[in-house]
């Protein structure tokens, strides 16, 4: 059973004639003037309507409520004031007096909390145990401001759902800490250029040396960073840069200069084999590409030609305290070709092993790959300790038997803890990661 609903009742005299059209079923005048209640009952296709005598008139009580907020509306829509509408019309007594909204709002109140209990009688009356619901549903006042200045129904705004809870970010390895002052560390915080797809990059080395032994030639040896003396000389001019695109990764850097020349020089597996890859390679500094995993703090798996992990200098004068390493770390690898992998377990950890053709070498100087890896650990940002390891390989060119893993052989295993660390921390080449090392001897 549904309440006849007032939005819909007419004002003028055929209001009984409508209501039986609204329901299409036949009712008697008396019946509805006099009736307490009103309900619909449907049945199959066809509505049945019933009216409830009672002492409260339920017809009347609507009309004397829809006779009161026309009043209230039109008042204050500047039309007559409710003393003109006394003098006008025969409303009740109360309505002479000039009411206030507060009491006419007060009353609307009172009528409606009266309709509410005869409702309630009614329905238990009925037997019906379902709890009551009031008869004048869309005669609820919000404010006296809303329903006297608007003849717009008010709607109800719809429950705010639940914001959704985002994980949070997982910390990007290493950043709790600012590394860019250490040895072997470049010096920029923030790249010059950057895009969404590529971060450039341009390196140039020009260098005066000066040999107070003046050699004829101005050739120095010894040295894998000094070349000439007493010239001017391009020790090494890189182009390139960062390649990001979703978790695909890559990254490119020239060798022009000296550099061209003095590092593969120092290679011998070029001659095992044809193709000449001394000249094939020499003229990259860095080429690899990769592709990033986003599981724990991140996993990069990488493949190319890459700076040497190994060491506590980069190959990068610019990112050293010294334009000049030490003579132990100019005999370190500079380079290695093969496949890395980098994985970060937490914010404060990296694991990473090598596998590589051989020791600073474009080929296999004989029949067996070499093995290595990093452990590198920054606890707090005043302490590192880092894990540099490297064997199996065979790296004398016509000897296969001899390997780095012998104790003979394997010294280039160490393990050092310095203050503030010795890896590189570079701009991110894939969101949330970075390589966090690119250090070289």
């Not at 004002?11 to 309900?39: Q, R, W």
């Not at 250490?182 to 450039?200: H, M, Q």
């Not at 080395?205 to 000439?228: L, M, Q």
Request: glycine fraction near 6%; aromatic fraction near 10%.
């Amino acid at each position: 059973m549904s309440p006849f609903p007032i939005e819909n009742v007419p004002t003028d005299a055929n209001f009984t004639n409508s209501l039986a059209e609204f329901y299409g079923a036949p009712i008697s005048m008396d019946s509805l003037m006099n009736a307490k209640s009103i309900t619909c009952r449907e049945t199959g296709d066809a509505m049945q309507l019933r009216a409830e005598r009672g002492s409260l008139p339920l017809i009347r009580c609507m009309v004397v409520l829809l006779v009161l907020m026309s009043i209230s509306s039109f008042a204050q829509s500047g039309g007559l004031t409710v003393n003109d509408a006394s003098n006008a019309a025969t409303p009740p007594a109360r309505l002479g007096s000039e009411m206030t909204q507060e009491e006419i709002l007060r009353e609307l109140q009172t009528m409606r909390a009266k309709i509410e209990q005869l409702e309630a009688a009614l329905k238990r009356q009925s037997g019906d145990p379902k709890p009551a619901s009031p008869v004048v549903t869309s005669a609820t006042i919000v404010s006296a401001h809303a329903f006297s200045s608007s003849s717009e129904p008010a709607t109800t705004a719809a429950p705010a759902l639940p914001a959704k809870t985002e994980k949070p970010a997982k910390v990007e390895p290493f950043a709790f800490a600012d590394w860019t002052w250490l040895n072997g560390n470049p010096r920029t915080k923030e790249p010059a250029f950057d895009s969404k797809f590529f971060t450039p990059e341009i390196r140039a080395d020009v260098a005066y040396h000066y040999d107070f032994n003046h050699p004829k030639d101005d050739t120095i040896g010894g040295s894998s960073e000094v070349f000439r003396s007493n010239e001017i000389n391009l020790t090494h001019l890189g182009i390139g840069g960062d390649f990001h695109y979703d978790n695909v990764r890559a990254r490119v850097l020239t060798q022009l200069g000296l550099y061209s020349t003095t590092t593969p020089r120092n290679d011998a597996s070029y001659s095992r084999g044809q193709w000449q890859l001394d000249n094939a390679y020499r003229y990259l500094n860095e080429a690899y590409g990769g592709y990033h995993i986003n599981a724990l703090h991140g996993i990069n798996v990488d493949a190319g030609i890459f700076l040497s992990y190994v060491g506590l200098f980069s190959f990068y004068q610019f990112d050293n305290w010294a334009y000049q390493p030490s003579y132990v770390s100019s005999n370190t690898p500079w380079f290695f070709t093969g496949l890395r992998i980098q994985v970060f377990p937490t914010e404060k950890l990296k694991i990473e092993p090598w596998i590589i053709n051989g020791w600073q070498s474009y080929a296999r100087p004989n029949n067996r790959l070499g093995l290595g890896g990093q452990a590198l650990w920054r606890p707090t940002p005043w302490l590192s300790i880092i894990s540099d390891n490297y064997g199996v390989g065979a790296d004398a060119v016509g000897i296969p038997n001899r390997t780095r893993s012998t104790p003979t052989t394997a010294s280039r295993s160490s393990t050092t803890i310095i203050p503030n660390g010795s890896s590189t921390k570079w701009p991110s080449v894939s969101p949330g990661m970075q390589d966090a090392n690119r250090t070289a001897a």
